[in-house]
T-cell receptor, first 112, second 115 residues
Framework: GAGVSQSPRYKVAKRGQDVALRCDPI?????LFWYQQALGQGPEFLTY????????KSGLPSDRFFAERPEGSVSTLKIQRTQQEDSAVYLC??????????FGPGTRLTVL | DQQVKQNSPSLSVQEGRISILNCDYT??????FLWYKKYPAEGPTFLIS?????DKNEDGRFTVFLNKSAKHLSLHIVPSQPGDSAVYFC??????????????FGKGTKLSVIP
């Protein structure tokens, strides 16, 4: 497909479990962003990659959150020892320039 | 503190009339503004953008106005159609800084266009 894809679309985890969320950006897009969207809120920035380099991780809420993009394409957001407050939709976006970002459908994470 | 504010959580408009969605920002470093549209269970879809060097940008039925002195922007949809019913997010970024062009979003306005 031509758009950003994310998997899984839905994830239910027990508190304390580790989860891994995958993002496939649009081919050729250099920039990749992760956002967290809580219920009733707008998306909030988590981290940014330019190719394989993680240039900004200022939005990651704790050291339980970790993101990687080892080959400059697919990215994985990992959350260790999940907590209930981690429940949210995690959105991935990619862009070719510094302007418009194209978003994936998101992964809805529910931590019980 | 919210740097991008959308003070109207919802808006209802009759089909064919104009929809006006408002957005205010507080960070003077923001120089690029975007509107995204979001349907349930989908990611945000880019709608229209405006650079701070302009005060208006138009694309078909959608026009965005920027008032830098008031730190205010608005999205006009004319004429409104039932398919426009969605949540609209205002977003801003700062290109001039050393940051990552991350987007700062408002909380969204749910637009309902009534047939």
């Amino acid at each position: 497909g031509a758009g950003v894809s994310q998997s899984p679309r839905y994830k239910v985890a027990k508190r304390g479990q580790d989860v891994a969320l995958r993002c496939d950006p649009i081919s050729g897009h250099v920039s990749l962003f992760w956002y967290q969207q809580a219920l009733g809120q707008g998306p909030e920035f988590l981290t940014y990659f330019q190719n394989e380099a993680q240039l900004d991780k200022s939005g990651l809420p704790s050291d339980r959150f970790f993101a990687e993009r080892p080959e400059g394409s697919v990215s994985t957001l990992k959350i260790q020892r999940t907590q209930q407050e981690d429940s949210a939709v995690y959105l991935c976006a990619s862009s070719f320039t510094s302007d418009e970002q194209f978003f994936g459908p998101g992964t809805r994470l529910t931590v019980l | 503190d919210q740097q991008v504010k959308q003070n109207s959580p919802s808006l209802s408009v009759q089909e064919g009339r104009i929809s006006i969605l408002n957005c205010d920002y507080t960070n003077s470093m923001f120089d690029y503004f975007l509107w995204y549209k979001k349907y349930p269970a989908e990611g945000p879809t880019f709608l229209i953008s405006i650079s701070s060097i302009k005060d208006k940008n138009e694309d078909g039925r959608f026009t965005v106005f920027l008032n830098k002195s008031a730190k205010h922007l608005s999205l006009h949809i004319v004429p409104s159609q039932p398919g426009d019913s969605a949540v609209y997010f205002c977003a801003a970024s700062a290109h001039s800084g050393a940051g990552s062009y991350q987007l700062t979003f408002g909380k969204g306005t749910k637009l309902s266009v009534i047939p």
